[in-house]
């Protein structure tokens, strides 16, 4: 399902800070210079000092850490709306690497553009900020699960943050959403085995709770898988704008 980059972004920022016409209009000029990038060709490098971000347009990314021995841990998964590689404009090197898991379309942003944003509209840098501590709040939850969830409660809880998380930007409901992630990706961002993934989402998918088949996910039963994962969106923060 496509979504307007402008529209994505804006709905995401506009759940902490009801955004004006002119917060509007100065967030539309960070997407002047927009870019495709194809699957598995990393936009940003882990430990590269090139100072560039991207808001996702279209397509989703994985962001992880590599390991010495060739493996890596995912980090989280980005959808439209996101700040992809954020850090990597405000520190001196990137800490992580960002790879495009299907061809995707983004808008790259310079450090000067946001920081002129940012000067121009204080509570556009507030709603960034605001979306930056978002996404540490999810990174906290994702620790929680690979230290403290079973198997089947991760693969649960990551489900349904997903689909929260698509919600906010028009892509998803309580219903289901489109997803091009492969099991692979789903054991590296849940410290599992492929084989291990494949057992729990059949498992998942007998119980009647979640179907994921053909790239779509289906929530079957989602008061259940609710119960499941002891799933709290409290700390997706998406109830409604604190600023007006």
Known sequence: MATNISDAFARKLGAFVALSATELDVLSRLHRRRRTFVAGHD????????????????????????????????????????????????????????????????????????LDAFARTPRLA????????RDEAMVVEHLVGLGRRNASERMAHMLLELGARLALVGM????????????????????????HVNRVLRQLREERLVTFRGGHVTFDDYPRLVALADFDPAYLDQMGPMLR
């Open 43 to 114: 936009l940003v490098h882990q430990g590269q000092s090139e100072q560039a971000a991207y808001i996702l347009s279209s397509g989703w990314v994985c962001s992880y850490k590599s390991q010495p021995d060739g493996s890596r841990q995912i980090i989280d998964f980005q959808i439209p709306g996101d700040f992809l590689g954020l850090r990597s404009i405000l520190l001196h090197t990137s800490d992580h690497g960002i790879e495009p898991i299907v061809e995707i379309e983004a808008a790259e942003v310079l450090r000067q553009d946001l």
């Open 126 to 133: 507030t709603a960034v900020l605001w979306a930056a501590s």
């Open 172 to 195: 998803g409901d309580k219903s289901g959403y489109d997803c091009p992630l492969t099991q692979y990706h789903l054991a590296d961002a849940l410290g599992l085995s492929a084989v």
